[in-house]
């Protein structure tokens, strides 16, 4: 007998393998299963055949593991499968329940990760070792003897002090100390750094600017070294200005030369010069009984007219004298010179 709001469904079977129930074979409601396939199929109110079930299916899974995480599923049938637990270390978990607060700091422990509860302002961390840290006043007092070995062999003691430690070598050195990443040595004076007392050979350009009211530089007297050569100008004479500002050639010259302008044999006078700088430099002549005297010029090999005191170059040298030359050599531009020039006569 139907039952109150259902109608009786009528139930089809096919043998034949791999048929499907058409739109046509059935009713709205209707089902047909194919008992060579194990499918039951059933038509509903649009008329559209569904496949319901499927022996050849394979059975659901019935349980589950989470493995070495730490948790454990719950033992539902139906549903969704809950988890519970820890996640363990190994499987990046922290393996502990505990809740960290603000400023807790965490910590291994060999099995899980700990807290330290934040300690108060001031306070720092102190290592237990291997077991937990925790925080403690900072220390106060006294620094104690503390040994020093650098890698040159120099040996000390820091003194005990209760501000800065003073620093006592047992290799004794007196005055500045230096180092050179490695030690810590003495510093020598007029070298290392500059003593008014002691002479000091500076080999960088040392620049003294001034100010718009204050002199650059004053000094009581200046002694110039002079480049003596006991020789002849050649025929082309290097006047190298890292030899000297002043150079005196003491031989009588034998020939008319060309100067040639050059800071060092191995660097010339356009790369040592800025744009803008002044050189001033003196050579000194020696003629005897027949006069020679400089009639070309160049600068770094380049030639180069001066510009001579009175308007004229000289022509001749001057018999049994010295003859000496100043010159200003100002840079205008690279490799590009105003020369400024005169000659006078020694005897």
Do not use: C, R
């Not at 650098?150 to 007196?174: D, H, K, M």
């Amino acid at each position: 007998m139907a039952a109150t709001g259902y109608t009786p469904i009528s139930l089809y079977y096919s043998t034949t393998a791999s048929a499907v129930p058409v739109n046509t074979n059935l009713v709205n409601g209707e089902l047909a299963i194919n008992i060579t396939d194990g499918k039951l199929y059933y038509k509903n109110n649009s008329g559209v055949v569904t496949l319901l079930a499927n022996a050849a299916t394979a059975a659901p899974v019935t349980t589950f593991s989470a493995g070495t995480t730490g948790f454990t599923p719950s033992t539902a049938t139906s549903g969704a499968i809950t988890l519970a637990g820890t996640l363990a270390i190994a499987n990046g978990g922290t393996n502990s329940t505990a809740t960290p607060t603000a400023g807790t700091v965490a910590y291994g422990t060999g099995t899980a990760i700990g807290y330290t509860a934040a300690g108060t302002s001031g306070q720092v961390l102190t290592s237990a070792g291997a077991g937990t840290p925790t925080w403690t006043n900072a220390a106060t007092g006294t620094v104690s003897t503390v040994s020093v070995v650098s890698a040159n062999g120099f040996a000390g003691t820091v003194a005990t002090a209760t501000t800065t430690p003073a620093i006592t070598l047992s290799t004794s050195i007196t005055g500045v100390l230096k180092g050179n990443a490695t030690a810590i040595s003495a510093a020598t004076a007029g070298t290392d750094y500059a003593v008014p007392t002691t002479a000091s050979t500076w080999t960088t350009t040392q620049t003294f600017n001034g100010s718009s009211s204050v002199e650059a530089l004053k000094v009581l007297n200046i002694a110039e070294p002079a480049n003596i050569v006991a020789a002849a100008p050649s025929a082309t004479t290097n006047y190298y200005i890292n030899s000297g500002s002043v150079q005196y050639y003491t031989t009588n010259a034998a020939n008319n030369f060309t100067l040639n302008f050059a800071f060092s044999s191995g660097t010339s006078l356009n790369t040592a010069m800025a744009v803008g700088d002044s050189i001033s430099v003196s050579l000194m002549v020696t003629n005897g009984a027949t006069a020679y005297y400089a009639s070309a010029f160049q600068v770094d090999g380049t030639s180069v007219t001066p510009k001579w005191q009175g308007g004229s170059a000289p022509t001749s040298g001057d018999v049994s004298a010295i003859d000496v030359y100043n010159f200003v050599i100002t840079k205008t531009a690279s490799a590009t010179y105003t020369v400024l020039a005169s000659v006078t006569k020694f005897a």
